[in-house]
Structure formats: structure tokens, C-alpha cells
């Protein structure tokens, strides 16, 4: 019975996420973008664009030059669930790829590193004043979720243990629309329903600034506003432009 209701929680889960996050992305893709809003200095190439956002998405790089104290526990917490999730992917591949395996001995301490940055981010909300003052109940409910699933995996793995080789075939046998046996452990039932909640709450989260980055004009644009006028998309049906106004769109 339990199984049964947590198979329909994590189809309705997946479905809600893939088609919000899908809206969402098409809604940020197709938002008409009438200005040059690059923040300087920026990149005046393509190319600088490309390697100013790896730079940002791997090194979190504004952020450390405008606060050194979030940037650690931000990186803590990005790259220690990162290698949780990659971790994760025995659960849901057979055979198992052999570089997830090879990353299992790291991926059960980088539990600890992905609470240290989660507790060091929600510190800063609650005791620093001016932060907590421009905080949302939803900034807290995020990481206090993300907090509940780590801090409940963390429990399973080196606490109350589960069986993960069945939680493996039930999670394999869904895939092929296969309800099988699912533990009763009340700690992994835990586990896995505030993963469906996440997975629910994700496209109308702040958790979308994720996908949302690589559609913030202020940092994928070229900076060639004194080469190249830009015209938005939405403006190319526009009546035509006045003689000698070149009508070439870029970045
Ligand atoms: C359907 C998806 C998921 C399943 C089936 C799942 C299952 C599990 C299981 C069985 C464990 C215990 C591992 C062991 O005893 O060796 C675990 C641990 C853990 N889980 Fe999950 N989990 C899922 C999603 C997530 C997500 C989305 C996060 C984070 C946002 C997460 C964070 C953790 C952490 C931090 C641990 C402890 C470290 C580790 O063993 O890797 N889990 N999970």
C-alpha cells in the first residue's frame, strides 16, 4: 500500500517537475529582451560571455568577489550536493557506471559538507539582522527542506542504515512502471517524501535561479552595444528602420 502511494507521489513528482521547470524555461527563453543590460565589465565576445558564465557556474565568481563568507558555505553546499546527487545515480543505474563508484567513499562524507554549507547559509539568515530582515518564510522553508533530506540521508547512511539494494529495484522497477517492494524504514520514508516535495515545489521555487542563470540577460549578453545594435526579437516585426540604421541583431 505504502509503495503503491509513494510510486504515485514520485510519477505525479516527476511530471509536475519536468513540465514546470519546462514552463518556466520557456517562459525565461522567450521574454523579449529590449536592452543592452550586460553588467559591467563584461565581456564585448561571445567567447568572453561562454567563459565568464563557466567561471560563475563553477567558481560561483561574483559571488566570492562580493562576499567571501557566503561564497564558502555556498560552494560547501553546491559541490557537496552535487557529489551526493552524482552518488545517488547507483539507485537508479545497472550496471553502475564505474565513475559513480569510484566516487562513493567521497560521496558519503560530502553529506557533511553539503549540512556545514546548508547550516552556515540559514546561520546568516537568522542571525544576521539585516539579512533576516529581507528573508521570506520561503528562503527559510527551502533550506530548512534541504536540511530534512540531508540530514535524513545522512542519518541512513551512517546511523539507522536501510535496505538500499531493494530501495534500488523498487526505484529500477518504476521505471518500467513496476511497483515492487518498498522498506518501511520510517526514516528513508522520510527521506523520500520530502524529495517528492522538493521535486513539486522546485519550478515555483527560488531553487530556479539553477536553470534560471543562463537566461539572465544581464550576464549572457555581449557587451557590443557600440559595435552592434540590438534589436530584441520581439522588434524584428517591428514597421522598417529610418534609412542607414543598420538592421543587424547580435548578443
Ligand atoms: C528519489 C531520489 C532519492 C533516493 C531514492 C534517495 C535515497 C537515499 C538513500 C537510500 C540513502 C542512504 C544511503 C546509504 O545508506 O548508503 C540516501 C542518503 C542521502 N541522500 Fe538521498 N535519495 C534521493 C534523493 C536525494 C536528494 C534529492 C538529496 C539532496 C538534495 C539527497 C541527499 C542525501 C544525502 C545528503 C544522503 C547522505 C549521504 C549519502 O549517503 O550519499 N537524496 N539517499
Known amino acids: 500500500m505504502i509503495a503503491t502511494v509513494y510510486a504515485v507521489l514520485f510519477y505525479v513528482a516527476t511530471l509536475l517537475l519536468v513540465v514546470g521547470v519546462g514552463m518556466k524555461v520557456w517562459k525565461y527563453a522567450t521574454t523579449p529582451v529590449p536592452l543592452k543590460?550586460?553588467?559591467s565589465p563584461a565581456p564585448r565576445?561571445?567567447?568572453?560571455?561562454?567563459?565568464r558564465m563557466f567561471r560563475e557556474v563553477i567558481f560561483f565568481e561574483s559571488l566570492f568577489r562580493s562576499n567571501k563568507w557566503i561564497w564558502i558555505f555556498a560552494v560547501l553546499f553546491h559541490w557537496g550536493m552535487l557529489i551526493?546527487?552524482?552518488?545517488?545515480?547507483?539507485?537508479?543505474?545497472?550496471?553502475?557506471?564505474?565513475?559513480v563508484d569510484l566516487l562513493q567513499p567521497i560521496g558519503r562524507l560530502m553529506a557533511f559538507v553539503m549540512l556545514a554549507g546548508l547550516l552556515g547559509l540559514w546561520a546568516r539568515r537568522i542571525f544576521q539582522q539585516r539579512i533576516r530582515y529581507i528573508?521570506?518564510?520561503?528562503?527559510?522553508?527551502?533550506?530548512?527542506?534541504?536540511?530534512?533530506?540531508?540530514?535524513?540521508?545522512?542519518?541512513?547512511?551512517?546511523?539507522t542504515r536501510t535496505d538500499v539494494i531493494a530501495v534500488k529495484s523498487y526505484f529500477l522497477g518504476l521505471f518500467r512502471f513496476q511497483i515492487?517492494?518498498?522498506?518501511?524504514?520510517p526514516i528513508?520514508?522520510?527521506?523520500?517524501g520530502l524529495v517528492a516535495l522538493l521535486m513539486i515545489i522546485f519550478p515555483i521555487s527560488k531553487l530556479m535561479h539553477?536553470?534560471?542563470?543562463?537566461?539572465?540577460?544581464?550576464?549572457?549578453?555581449?557587451d557590443n552595444a557600440r559595435e552592434k545594435r540590438h534589436i530584441s526579437k520581439w522588434a524584428r516585426n517591428l514597421p522598417p528602420l529610418p534609412e542607414g540604421i543598420p538592421k543587424k541583431e547580435e548578443g
Open 37 to 39: 543590460i550586460v553588467v
Open 84 to 99: 551526493v546527487l552524482l552518488r545517488h545515480l547507483r539507485y537508479f543505474t545497472q550496471p553502475v557506471w564505474w565513475w
Open 45 to 51: 565576445t561571445r567567447r568572453g560571455v561562454v567563459l
Open 180 to 185: 515492487g517492494e518498498l522498506p518501511l524504514d
Open 210 to 222: 539553477a536553470p534560471g542563470m543562463f537566461f539572465a540577460p544581464s550576464r549572457t549578453q555581449v
Open 135 to 159: 528573508s521570506n518564510p520561503s528562503d527559510h522553508l527551502m533550506l530548512v527542506l534541504l536540511l530534512a533530506i540531508a540530514g535524513s540521508g545522512t542519518l541512513m547512511t551512517y546511523v
Open 188 to 192: 528513508l520514508l522520510t527521506h523520500l
